[in-house]
């Protein structure tokens, strides 16, 4: 860990059982688990851990790719601003920032774009994996059965301490994963993949692989910005559930595309990617504005949760969630006004007001308001998680690269205190 604070900084600890004194080193305001080994109440025991169920205060790695200020709403990749990224840059150009460590000159943007065009290829046969999965299945299990599917075409991703190894997988999961993406849609509706058209950008390329009846189709400039946008604000988020999943699974020399199927797995749950999904039918749930008051009172009374509102490091408003609410405007204007808007701009009005929600910190996150968006654009409720998966999987990528590259990672394994029965007898 690099040792960039105040010299010398250190915690002492008092230990009751023993009388004797500890001296923690403090680096970068934390202080290392395995410094606690060296503190035994009788010689001979294994040493103090620490307690931390949900992993709510232990950082498992230092990293150089996504910055975040939870008190203040700052979130930066490799040290660029998400407004600014989101405003000036495309997604192409943050996938390469994300996983290079740098934005491209405008040469190596047009050269990440023909190699990402080159993987855009999928096996053949891939398709047939498809053939008996339910049409109405949900759309992350599509997703990471098909993941898992392309892994099989893979052998040579199983060289992980390979840094050349890991370029090519990577470039393969990030260019492959829409394609993947698109497959899942159109499986859902019963039609056919229609084949990537490398003119347009990621996005517009996007939308077309997933919404074009024919080559005719023409993607609207403002959804191709809106979706470029929103893939952008998606494309990491330092150690969340998933990216952890990613780093974990990876850890044990998974090949990169195992490991992203559990990242996907990850992310489908209601309380992490899922919930953009999760907001959509609360929102129709609640149905009207008039019935808000006593939607809430059912929050207060916790036997409801206000979906798309808390986080567990944004302690004030999430700062994607901002740049997603005037992304709404934009495609509403093309889209016409989302009738689930009201409910959900009165919901926030109300929150920001509620005790409950103040004394929590409770604002809304990005996933308050994307799902709406994605309604407009067309896409079906079960299908957002995956729009999600699309964006996140350049963080995915980045952060197991990262985590490959680490001399100072080994295998994910945490420790438990048992609290069961022992030394029991097997009656007979
Ligand atoms: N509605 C009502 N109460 C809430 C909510 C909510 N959405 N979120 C947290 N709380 C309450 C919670 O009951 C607890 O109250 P108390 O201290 O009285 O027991 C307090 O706020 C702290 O919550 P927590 O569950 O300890 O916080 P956490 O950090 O473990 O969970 C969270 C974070 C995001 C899972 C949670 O806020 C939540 O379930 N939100 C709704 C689901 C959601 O929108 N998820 C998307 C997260 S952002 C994108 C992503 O990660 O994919």
Known sequence: ???????????????????????????????????????HAHLGDFGMMSYDPAFKNTVSCTSRITFIDGGRGILEYRGYPIDQLAERSNFSDVCYLLFQGELPTPRQSAAFKTQMTEASVLPEGIENVLAGVPRDAHPMAVLGTLMMALGCHEPGAKDVRDGECRRIHSLNLLAKTPLLAAMVWRHRINKPLIAPDPSLSFAGNFLK????????????????????????????????????????????????????????AALSGPLHGGANEAVLRMLAEIGSVEAIPAFMEKVRNREAKLMGFGHRVYKSYDPRAKIISEIAKEVFEVRGRNALLDIAVELERIALEEDFFKSRNLYPN??????????????????????????????????????????????????????GERGKTVPG
């Open 1 to 39: 860990m690099p040792n960039d604070t105040t010299q010398d900084a250190h915690l002492t600890l008092h230990d009751s059982r023993t009388g004797r004194e500890f001296e923690l080193p403090i680096v970068n305001d934390t202080v290392k688990a395995m410094d606690l080994r060296q503190i």
């Open 209 to 264: 692989m997933v919404f074009a009846e024919d080559e005719s189709y023409e993607v609207d400039p403002i959804l191709e910005r809106a979706m470029d946008v929103l893939f952008t604000l998606h494309g990491d988020h330092e150690q969340n559930c998933s990216t952890s999943t990613m780093r974990v699974v990876g850890s044990s020399e998974a090949t990169p595309y195992n490991s992203a199927a559990a990242a996907i």
């Open 366 to 419: 990005v996933d308050f308001y994307s799902g709406l968006i994605y309604q407009s654009m067309g896409f079906d409720p079960a299908y957002f998680t995956v729009l999600f998966a699309v964006g996140r999987m350049a963080g995915w990528i980045a952060q197991w690269d990262e985590l490959m590259a680490d001399s100072e990672q080994k295998i994910a394994r945490p420790r438990q205190v048992y609290v």
